[in-house]
C-alpha cells in the first residue's frame, strides 16, 4: 500500500519562528490532508489539498503531486500551535475514501 | 453545524465486558469512517459507510469489533468481548464525498477514549 512518510518527527521552536514539515508519498493521490491534532486530542483539518497551494492566516500548504510531497509552513509560531501536524492521504488508485496516515511531526512552540 | 458527534468521550470497562461507541455525522455527509489512534500503530481505518453500507472493513481486528449504520445520522462501534489491547482512542469521521466522489474533506469527531482494565 501507499506510504507516507513526515519529517522531522520531533521540532522544538522558539515563539515567532517559522517552520517547514515535509510529508512524502510513495504514490499517486486524489486526497491529502494535513491535521493538527492538539494535545487535547482534537483532530483539526487544516488543508484538503492534493495539489497546488493554499493560505490560511499564518498557515500554508503546497502539494507538487507530481513529485509526491506536501509541504506545510508555519509562520510567526504561537505557543497554541503546538501538538502533533499528520499528513493523511488516499491512494488515487484506491477502492476506498480512507485516509492514510503519516505518523505526524511534534511540535512544540516554547513561549 | 456543530460537527460529528462521538459518545461518551471516555469509557473505562473491564475485560471481557460489551463497549458500544456512538458517531453522528455532519448532516448531509454520505461517507462515515471509524479510525482507531495507539501509540504502537498511530491512525488506522478500521472500517468505511458510504449512504450507510460498509464498503470496507478490512481493518476491523477481528470478529471481537462490529459497526453499524443503521440510517444516516447514526453509527455504532462494538467490540464484544473487550480485551486491555482494544485500549486506544478511536475516532469517528464524516466526509460529503462517496464511491464515486472520493476526495472530499474529511471532518473528525473529538473521540472517544477508552480504556480496557
Known amino acids: 500500500g501507499i506510504q507516507v512518510e513526515q519529517s522531522p518527527p520531533d521540532l522544538i521552536l522558539q515563539e515567532g519562528a517559522n517552520s517547514t514539515l515535509r510529508c512524502n508519498f510513495s504514490d499517486s493521490v486524489n486526497n491529502l490532508q494535513w491535521f493538527h491534532q492538539n494535545p487535547w486530542g482534537q483532530l483539526i483539518n487544516l488543508f484538503y489539498?492534493?495539489?497546488g497551494t493554499k493560505q490560511n492566516g499564518r498557515l500554508s500548504a503546497t502539494t507538487v503531486a507530481t513529485e509526491r510531497y506536501s509541504l506545510l509552513y508555519i509562520s510567526s509560531s504561537q505557543t497554541t500551535d503546538s501538538g502533533v501536524y499528520f499528513c493523511?492521504?488516499?491512494?488515487?488508485?484506491?477502492?476506498?475514501?480512507?485516509?492514510?496516515f503519516g505518523k505526524g511531526t511534534k511540535l512544540s512552540v516554547k513561549p | 453545524d456543530a460537527g460529528v458527534i462521538q459518545s461518551p468521550r471516555h469509557e473505562v470497562t473491564e475485560m471481557g465486558q460489551e463497549v458500544t461507541l456512538r458517531c453522528k455525522p455532519i448532516s448531509g455527509h454520505n461517507s462515515l469512517f471509524w479510525y482507531r489512534q495507539t501509540m504502537m500503530r498511530g491512525l488506522e481505518l478500521l472500517i468505511y459507510f458510504n449512504n450507510n453500507v460498509p464498503i470496507d472493513d478490512s481493518g476491523m481486528p477481528e470478529d471481537r469489533f462490529s459497526a453499524k449504520m443503521p440510517n444516516a445520522s447514526f453509527s455504532t462501534l462494538k467490540i464484544q468481548p473487550s480485551e486491555p489491547r482494544d485500549s486506544a482512542v478511536y475516532f469517528c469521521?464524516?466526509?460529503?464525498?462517496?464511491?464515486?466522489?472520493?476526495?472530499?474533506?474529511?471532518?473528525f469527531g473529538p473521540g472517544t477514549r477508552l480504556t480496557v482494565l
Open positions: 469521521a464524516s466526509s460529503a464525498g462517496g464511491r464515486v466522489r472520493r476526495t472530499d474533506t474529511q471532518y
Open positions: 489539498i492534493p495539489s
Open positions: 493523511a492521504v488516499t491512494n488515487y488508485g484506491g477502492s476506498q475514501g480512507n485516509l492514510i
